[in-house]
């Protein structure tokens, strides 16, 4: 009786912990909603209704790079749903309301940061992303391409 009365004791433990665990691991642990979110495609940002311009590029300097795929857009920010990644909520009351975002082919082991001069150029950043108060850019940015195996360049976006 006593195996019992402890087996049930453990039980109840397990089904009230469970749910308190994995919510402070999974998504609403994370809390993905609370934070700015951005895609790595076009046809995610216009499935999204978030994809407002394409951007014009050139890549320049590119050295020992091979299938380099890169595209520039501009789309709206956002954050996700509190109960879904496939819940849009787009950001109206931002001071930098516009992501640049760009699609790349992810198979290549490289990475994409602006430069100094196009951090002061832009309205907020964070290094890798910016971000714009306006629905265009005023002014031509400049992408660093780093690459393992000396791959450099860079990307020149207006």
């Given at each position: 009786?006593?195996?019992?009365?402890?087996?049930?004791?453990?039980?109840?433990?397990?089904?009230l912990?469970?749910?308190?665990?994995?919510?402070?691991?999974?998504?609403?642990?994370?809390?993905?909603?609370k934070?700015?979110?951005?895609t790595?495609?076009?046809?995610?940002s216009k499935?999204r209704?978030?994809?407002?311009?394409?951007?014009?590029?050139?890549?320049?300097?590119?050295?020992n790079f091979?299938?380099?795929?890169?595209k520039?857009y501009?789309?709206?920010?956002f954050?996700?749903?509190k109960?879904?990644?496939?819940?849009?909520?787009?950001?109206?009351?931002?001071?930098f309301?516009?992501?640049?975002?760009y699609?790349?082919?992810?198979?290549?082991?490289?990475?994409?940061?602006?430069?100094?001069?196009?951090?002061?150029k832009?309205?907020?950043s964070?290094?890798?992303?910016?971000?714009?108060?306006?629905p265009?850019l005023?002014?031509?940015?400049?992408?660093?391409?780093?690459?393992?195996n000396?791959?450099?360049?860079?990307?020149?976006?207006?």
């Amino acid at each position: 009786m006593k195996k019992i009365i402890v087996s049930a004791i453990i039980i109840l433990i397990i089904f009230l912990a469970l749910p308190y665990i994995s919510s402070s691991v999974g998504w609403y642990g994370y809390g993905k909603w609370k934070y700015r979110g951005r895609t790595s495609s076009i046809k995610d940002s216009k499935s999204r209704k978030v994809f407002v311009k394409e951007l014009n590029y050139k890549i320049i300097d590119s050295v020992n790079f091979k299938n380099f795929q890169f595209k520039p857009y501009l789309e709206r920010g956002f954050s996700y749903g509190k109960h879904s990644m496939e819940d849009t909520r787009i950001w109206s009351n931002s001071n930098f309301s516009y992501n640049i975002s760009y699609e790349r082919n992810l198979k290549d082991s490289i990475v994409l940061y602006f430069t100094e001069e196009s951090i002061e150029k832009l309205d907020s950043s964070d290094v890798v992303w910016g971000y714009s108060k306006t629905p265009y850019l005023k002014d031509t940015l400049t992408l660093t391409i780093e690459g393992a195996n000396n791959h450099y360049g860079s990307i020149k976006i207006w």
